[in-house]
């Protein structure tokens, strides 16, 4: 079975500055898909990034953006000009072929003011 | 509609009590996930859906769980003779097309807590 780890339970940053959270995780497949989704209070699990393996190019979505590290088995995530909102659990997750989730165990984001 | 929504947003069952939980996703959406998240984990895979069939149910951990989407559209997933062990966060997820390569959309979840 595939895992994915996610090293730090808990994170906090300063408003405006910037943040890491680390992910490794374990495949011997060669084609594979990789998430960050966030999940705050309310529950609901929103997707934040995502990675497609075979492409070198790291994906990013305006403050958000990954180091993807295919041959070291890592996907980082890096919040630029952290945000109150931003506040969050942080999941990463691995996508099986062809349709499984596997996650972390999650990395608790906090936003100080 | 606009999102996949779930219901109940809370349920509190006594242990031994079965229960029904609903999903209900995307209006078109072909695949639907139900997942289990225990309190300080990260969610764990129960079952997928296309469509009406149910093509995976190895994550359901024991035959007291069951599931169905007999339309094709909303899913119910059924625990019976709940045990204290049952208490989660139950996640329902629904995509487009059956790859989710663009990743699933997910609900608010339904909190179970069996005392």
């Known amino acids: 079975a595939q895992t994915v780890t996610q090293s730090q339970p808990e994170m906090s940053v300063q408003e405006a500055e910037t943040v890491t959270l680390s992910c490794t995780y374990d495949?011997?497949?060669?084609?594979?898909?990789l998430f960050w989704y966030k999940q705050p209070p309310s529950r609901q699990m929103i997707l934040v990034i995502r990675q497609e393996a075979y492409k070198q190019q790291n994906a990013t979505e305006n403050r958000f953006s990954v180091n993807f590290q295919k041959a070291a088995k890592s996907f980082s995530l890096k919040i630029s000009d952290s945000q109150l909102g931003d506040a969050a659990m942080y999941f990463c997750?691995?996508?099986?072929?062809?349709?499984?989730?596997?996650f972390g165990e999650g990395t608790q984001l906090t936003v100080n003011p | 509609g606009a999102g996949v929504s779930q219901s109940p947003r809370y349920k509190v069952a006594k242990r031994g009590q079965d229960v029904a939980l609903r999903c209900d996703p995307i209006?078109?959406?072909?695949?639907l996930f139900w997942y289990q998240q225990a309190l300080g984990q990260g969610p764990e895979f129960l079952t997928y859906f296309q469509n009406e069939a149910q093509l995976d149910k190895s994550g359901l951990p024991s035959d007291r769980f069951f599931a169905e989407r007999p339309e094709g559209s909303v899913s119910t997933l059924k625990i019976q003779r709940t045990q204290q062990e049952d208490s989660a966060v139950y996640l329902c997820?629904?995509?487009?097309?059956?790859?989710?390569?663009?990743?699933?959309?997910f609900g608010s979840g339904t909190r179970l807590t069996v005392v």
């Open positions: 997750a691995y996508k099986d072929p062809p349709y499984r989730l596997t």
């Open positions: 997820a629904s995509s487009l097309l059956g790859q989710g390569v663009y990743g699933y959309t």
């Open positions: 209006s078109g959406h072909v695949s």
């Open positions: 495949t011997s497949e060669s084609d594979y898909y």
